[in-house]
C-alpha cells in the first residue's frame, strides 16, 4: 500500500461524456502527478501540480483538466470523451525531497463505450 | 530527460539473479538513473536510484559504468512474484523544494521468472 488513494476503481462511460477521477496523496506529499497508461501509448505522463499550483503540463489534451485543492487532493477531470480516452488513470505523489521517489496510487481504470 | 534503452523482455528462473540491463548514452552530469517496476496492471512501484556508484537495498542492487552510459539492475534471488515490467528512468536531481520531476517512462523489460 503506497499511501496514494484514487477513486473511483472502474469507471465506465459513454462517449460525449464528463467524468471526475480523484486522487489522495500520502499525508504531506505536497507533489502530485497525473499519469495515462493506455496499450498503445505506454505511460505517459499528463501534468503535475505543486501545493495547489500547476507545475509542469505534459501531453494532456485540451479536453481534460486538473486542479489541486487546498487539502492537497487533487482531481483529474475528463470531458467530451472518446474511444480512444479508454486507460488506466494514475496519481502518484511525492514528499519533495532529496529520494524523489514518486508513490503511485493503484489507478482508475476509464472504459468509454 | 535522457533516453534509455532497454530489451523487451528477458527470463529468468526463479532462485536465480536477474539482470536487467539500460542504456542512457546521453544522460547529464545532473541526471539519476532510477528504477520503478509494474505488476500487471498496479501502480508503478520505487525499486532504487544512483547517481554514479553502485546502490543496494533491500529490493535490489544497481551497478552503474563508471562512464555513466549504462547501468544494471540486479534482483538477487528472483521470485514468481518479480514478474514484472521494469522501468529504467533517466531524471533530472532534485534540487529544492517544488523542483520535483515527472517521470518519463519508456517501454520498460518485461521480467517472466519462472520455475
Known amino acids: 500500500d503506497s499511501g496514494v488513494t484514487q477513486t473511483p476503481k472502474h469507471l465506465i462511460t459513454a462517449t460525449g461524456q464528463r467524468v471526475t477521477l480523484r486522487c489522495s496523496p500520502r499525508?504531506?506529499?505536497?507533489?502530485v502527478y497525473w499519469y495515462q497508461q493506455s496499450l498503445d501509448q505506454g505511460l505517459q505522463f499528463l501534468i503535475q501540480y505543486y501545493n495547489g499550483e500547476e507545475r509542469a503540463k505534459g501531453n494532456i489534451l485540451e479536453r481534460f483538466s486538473a486542479q489541486q485543492f487546498p487539502d492537497l487532493h487533487s482531481e483529474l477531470n475528463l470531458s467530451s470523451l472518446e474511444l480512444g480516452d479508454s486507460a488506466l488513470y494514475f496519481c502518484a505523489s511525492t514528499e519533495d525531497s532529496g529520494n524523489n521517489e514518486q508513490f503511485f496510487g493503484p489507478g482508475t481504470r476509464l472504459t468509454v463505450l | 530527460d535522457a533516453k534509455t534503452t532497454q530489451p523487451p523482455s528477458m527470463d529468468c528462473a526463479e532462485g536465480r539473479a536477474a539482470n536487467l540491463p539500460c542504456n542512457h548514452s546521453t544522460i547529464s552530469g545532473n541526471e539519476y538513473v532510477y528504477w520503478y517496476r509494474q505488476i500487471h496492471s498496479q501502480g508503478p512501484q520505487y525499486i532504487i536510484h544512483g547517481l554514479k556508484n553502485n546502490e543496494t537495498n533491500e529490493m535490489a542492487s544497481l551497478i552503474i559504468t563508471e562512464d555513466r552510459k549504462s547501468s544494471t539492475l540486479i534482483l538477487p534471488h528472483a521470485t514468481l512474484r518479480d514478474t514484472a515490467v521494469y522501468y529504467c528512468i533517466v531524471r533530472v536531481a532534485w534540487m529544492r523544494t517544488g523542483t520535483a520531476s515527472k517521470l518519463t517512462f519508456g517501454t520498460g523489460t518485461r521480467l517472466q521468472v519462472t520455475l
Open positions: 499525508s504531506g506529499d505536497l507533489s
